[in-house]
């Protein structure tokens, strides 16, 4: 049922069309969030196109290539390949647990010789497709009924569960939240979420108990960043002071002394957002920020021009993942929220974030060039 | 068409059957529309609001506390260094260095920078050679100082304690290895006294002057180390260094240079001062000082016994302190200066000129000496038992008659005497520049009436007359006292401190004193005549060289009464105790016609002037006149580049 008719797909839409209804504005703003990200690479290395900015540019313009092809394949041909692609991700998460690389601390990396892969991260974009697949035609009956809910809830949880022995607290809790946002607009009733919640209050403590000895040290040390100022709470410290003592103005691009002096931890990944802060103020602060809320608002505005509910679920779901990115990466600079090594998309230095990012906003604009094609009704 | 037909047909029967779901379906539509437009907006808020306090949190960050942010941002970066000024350099008149600055390695500790001082102290214990109670030293003061100051725990490390430190330099953390300039003076014991010595501060040599922070600074504690201790010091540089997280430095921001200390020329001569020093060191305890009779330019002072300089530097031993504190010969004492001496014979000059100036006496004043003088029921006794004979002015002087001057200054009266005294530099200090220097004393009527409210006796005017009694006079007025006699009657006044870097600090034109030249001409005539005249009582110090013979006068001045069972007896000064024998004094002045050097030796306990204090000026006036520094015109660092140039350079 859900693998659909076996109907060829045939396009609606010449190339030529779909290139021009492409979202070139999109892309656009793409293209300046990732230049944000060359500059401060190349502050990163003190002034230095190697080793990170050069490779980040070469990365960005082909998997943006890539995005743009993704873009042009018909809406129906990611319907149909949902499910497949959610499977490979599974799989791909097994071969990771059985004999992933070990690296940071954690196995989370597949090394296919010209990049490495982190599967959860394209798990996460499965889990959207085959939620959107799920929610596609799903009747208010039916949303209302808790043992519809049921095999959705089983196809997040058990990526989930993977993805958190590897171990990998933040990426879990980005497809758990992802999934709720999902149930969530697709109409799930409101009560699920209560009680989901006291749910998870009450779990705590539970959780607490399975959790490695660094998380729970990360917790604590976000809770009092004073309790390890020289180990774990060093890195909120570090990025606090970087990020405070870039005032209104900023320091200046090449000028951010914490970053250059080496204060700033993996300031060319996760903190990365620090280094731009410190440079460029509080204005290029809020720059950043209006950059990407502007790509969300977008990302959003194509869910609601679909006129299927699989490109809405799914147009939606992929911009809640990238607000999340955004949210706990910056949140996590600035002393918010405990640091879960989450990158801030397409400025970190990264492929595979780069990576996951570029495919989630191609199947957005997959969404909106064929926001009109007819998706079966099952 | 058929075809299309038929299945137009086949479609709109599908679409009749399928009405009703159909309709259905698109209120599911309808419906899963609203519900998404609905929940898609709330999350749509939801975001709005993260981003929203997202931002507010950067601008909190960055505009609130940005200020304390950006503090805590230079502290991570910013180090900010003292820089110890170079202690300015003292040398002599041809720049020959007598304190200088040498390299000392040193472990220090920077609390801040350790997380258990016991235990860093312990580790670096394993290496090299620290004492226990160093160790305890270090923790205390700890406590007492800023934490960022960094505490001394060794001095002199030798190469292989360096390098074994910095071998292990990563166990050591906040443990470093010290550069410092330590003063040493080359000429040890010869410039003790002059010079001075620095020391660790103590809290009341303390003046808030940053500088005082760092870790062996020293203040100058004697001499000209701490006559001229602010402008030896300088001022404190600063380094500001950017450091990365590890702490290591990157490259100094700013480097304010530290101001080095002015350098001070003074007007000795080194090697003279060091021959006057062995010269003396033939004496258990002397004191002598040349001088320039027209300047006032002092060429050598020394006193005997003296002590090294540079075991004070790095703080003294409590044993060496009390033998120098135990020892009768003083050699703490600075005796040119702060010796005062019954002048003797020295004396008669003043009196001779007093007699002159007051008409009591002229030249043609012939006294008879029977060896003795009476007055009242008093008998005064001179030096020569059976008397000299017919005396004049010249010979009295030559020979060195009491009873010549009892009379001399019976006829006039002490104040008569005084008046000249002071003409000549005696009873008042000459504001000499170095500290310590006493004022000796020079009795009037009024004094004593001040002093013990008495009348003054006519028998102290005897006594006062040969320079015993109540007058006294250091080494140094006894040779300012010489210098004005012969240099044409000038007020001369001695001084060391030629120049402070480039100023000079001296005067070399000094005024008349308003004395009779021929009164002095008669006094020099007796003065050349008690080294070269037949009877003269120094005829045995003779120099033989030509052209260089000196002129001057003896002086056996008592410690004690002379008992007339001692006088009877004709008690050898040898024989009795050494804290009883005379003073030997001389004053002298070289050469012979136009004399440019002036020098007093006081031999204490010498036993008489002429056998033990006049070969020793002898020497003296011999060897400066060989040297003849007057010669060399006075510049400062004597005409070398100064140090601080040299070490830049």
Redesign the interface.
């Known amino acids: 049922m859900i693998l659909g008719n076996k109907s060829v797909i045939q396009d609606d839409q010449s190339i030529m069309f779909k290139l021009l209804h492409m979202n070139w504005f999109l892309v656009i703003l793409l293209t300046i969030l990732a230049s944000v990200g060359f500059l401060s690479l190349y502050s990163a290395a003190n002034g230095s196109l190697s080793p990170w900015a050069s490779r980040q540019m070469v990365r960005f313009f082909v998997l943006l290539g890539g995005a743009l092809v993704i873009a042009l394949i018909d809406i129906r041909w990611w319907y149909r390949l949902a499910l497949p692609c959610y499977f490979i991700g599974l799989l791909m998460l097994f071969v990771v647990e059985m004999m992933g690389h070990v690296g940071m601390g954690a196995q989370r990396w597949i090394n296919l010789g010209v990049i490495q892969i982190q599967p959860s991260e394209l798990m996460k974009i499965a889990v959207i497709m085959v939620l959107a697949k799920y929610f596609h035609v799903a009747t208010s009956q039916e949303m209302s009924r808790l043992s519809f809910l049921v095999p959705p809830a089983i196809l997040v949880l058990l990526p989930v569960a993977l993805v958190m022995t590897q171990p990998d607290l933040g990426t879990s809790l980005m497809i758990v939240m992802c999934a709720i946002v999902m149930f969530f607009i697709a109409g799930a009733s409101i009560w699920i979420f209560v009680v989901g919640g006291a749910g998870v209050l009450a779990m705590i403590p539970v959780a607490w108990m399975f959790l490695h000895d660094y998380q729970k040290g990360r917790v604590l040390t976000f809770l009092n960043p004073e309790r390890d100022p020289f180990g774990a709470g060093y890195h909120i410290t570090q990025s606090k002071i970087a990020i405070g003592s870039g005032g209104i103005s900023g320091k200046g691009f090449m000028n951010g002394s914490q970053s250059h002096l080496n204060f700033l931890p993996e300031k060319q990944t996760d903190f990365i957002f620090t280094l731009w802060v410190e440079e460029w103020g509080l204005w290029g602060g809020l720059c950043l920020m209006a950059l990407n809320a502007i790509i969300i608002l977008y990302g959003i505005w194509i869910a609601f021009r679909c006129r299927h509910g699989f490109g809405r679920l799914l147009a939606f779901g992929l911009t809640t993942n990238y607000s999340l990115y955004v949210f706990i990466n910056i949140a996590m600079v600035m002393g918010l929220i405990p640091v879960v090594g989450v990158p801030l998309p397409l400025v970190s230095y990264g492929g595979t974030a780069m990576m996951s990012a570029l495919i989630g906003f191609g199947l957005m604009m997959s969404c909106s060039i064929h926001k009109d094609s007819k998706l079966p009704r099952m | 068409m058929i075809e299309i037909g038929k299945s137009k047909r086949k479609r709109l029967w599908k679409r009749k059957g399928l009405e009703k779901s159909r309709k259905s ?1 698109a209120n ?2 309808n ?3 609203q ?3 609905r ?2 907006f ?3 808020l939801g ?2 609001a ?2 929203s ?3 507010a ?3 909190w ?3 609130a ?2 200020e ?3 503090n ?3 502290n ?2 910013v180090n900010v260094l003292m820089i110890a000024p170079d202690r300015g350099q003292i040398v002599d008149r041809y720049g020959v260095p007598l304190a200088i600055n040498i390299r000392d390695y040193r472990a220090v500790i920077i609390p801040e920078k350790v997380d258990d001082m016991q235990m860093a102290l312990t580790h670096l214990q394993s290496l090299i050679d620290v004492k226990d109670s160093d160790i305890k030293k270090v923790i205390t003061q700890a406590k007492k100082t800023a934490r960022f100051v960094p505490i001394e725990i060794r001095r002199n490390l030798s190469w292989e304690e360096v390098s074994k430190i910095e071998v292990n330099r990563p166990h050591l953390a906040g443990i470093y290895v010290d550069v410092a300039n330590v003063r040493y003076y080359p000429f040890l014991d010869a410039t003790a006294h002059m010079v001075g010595y620095v020391g660790t501060p103590s809290q009341k040599d303390l003046t808030g002057n940053p500088v005082e922070l760092l870790p062996g600074f020293k203040v100058g504690k004697t001499g000209f180390e701490k006559a001229y201790d602010e402008t030896l010091q300088g001022g404190p540089g600063q380094r500001e260094v ?5 702490g290591r430095e ?1 490259r100094d921001l700013t480097v304010n240079k530290a101001k080095s200390g002015s350098d001070l020329t003074l007007s000795i001569d080194a090697e003279l001062q060091s021959f006057v020093q062995e010269r003396l060191a033939k004496h258990r305890s002397a004191s002598a000082i040349v001088m320039d009779v027209h300047t006032g330019a002092v060429y050598a002072m020394a006193s005997h016994p003296s002590f090294d300089p540079n075991s004070f530097v790095n703080g003294i031993s409590h044993q060496a302190w009390n033998e120098l504190l135990g020892n009768i010969a003083h050699p703490l004492n600075n005796k040119p200066i702060d010796g005062q001496y019954p002048p003797g014979s020295t004396f008669k000059m003043v009196t001779a000129l007093a007699g002159l100036q007051s008409g009591a006496i002229t030249t043609g004043t012939l006294v008879k000496c029977p060896g003795h003088f009476t007055l009242g029921r008093d008998r005064f006794h001179c030096w020569k038992r059976w008397g000299h004979g017919t005396m004049n002015l010249t010979n009295a002087l030559a020979e060195s008659c009491d009873v010549y001057f009892y009379k001399t200054a019976l006829e006039m009266g002490i104040d008569k005497i005084a008046e000249t005294a002071k003409q000549l530099g005696l009873g008042d200090k000459l504001g000499f520049d170095i500290q310590g220097e006493r004022s000796g004393l020079m009795p009037t009527e009024k004094w004593k009436r001040a002093r013990l409210g008495e009348k003054w006796q006519p028998g102290e005017t005897v006594v006062a007359s040969i320079g015993q009694g109540a007058v006294q006079a250091t080494p140094l007025q006894l040779v300012t006292m010489v210098a004005r006699l012969v240099n044409g009657g000038r007020a001369v006044k001695p001084w060391v401190t030629g120049y402070v870097d480039n100023l000079p600090q001296y005067n070399e034109k000094w005024p008349s004193i308003g004395l009779d030249d021929y009164h002095l001409k008669l006094i020099k005539r007796g003065m050349d005549r008690v080294i070269v005249g037949d009877q003269g009582t120094a005829r045995g110090s003779r120099i033989p060289e030509e052209g260089m013979q000196m002129g001057g006068k003896t002086g056996t001045a008592q410690v004690r009464r002379i008992s007339k069972q001692e006088r009877d007896d004709e008690v050898k000064q040898e024989d009795i105790d050494w804290q009883h024998r005379h003073h030997a004094l001389f004053v002298g002045y070289a050469p012979l016609d136009n004399p440019r050097y002036a020098c007093s030796v006081v031999v204490e306990h010498g036993g008489s002037g002429s056998s033990a204090a006049a070969p020793v000026a002898r020497d003296i006036l011999w060897e400066a006149q060989k040297r003849d520094p007057a010669s060399n015109a006075f510049k400062p660092n004597g005409g070398l580049p100064r140090s601080h140039e040299r070490d830049r350079s």
């Open positions: 379906t599911q539509e419906f899963r529309l519900m998404f437009s929940r898609a709330v999350v749509g975001q709005g993260i981003f306090i997202l931002g949190r950067l601008a960050l960055q505009v506390q940005g304390k942010y950006l805590l941002s230079e991570n970066r950017e450091v990365n997280a590890t990157v």
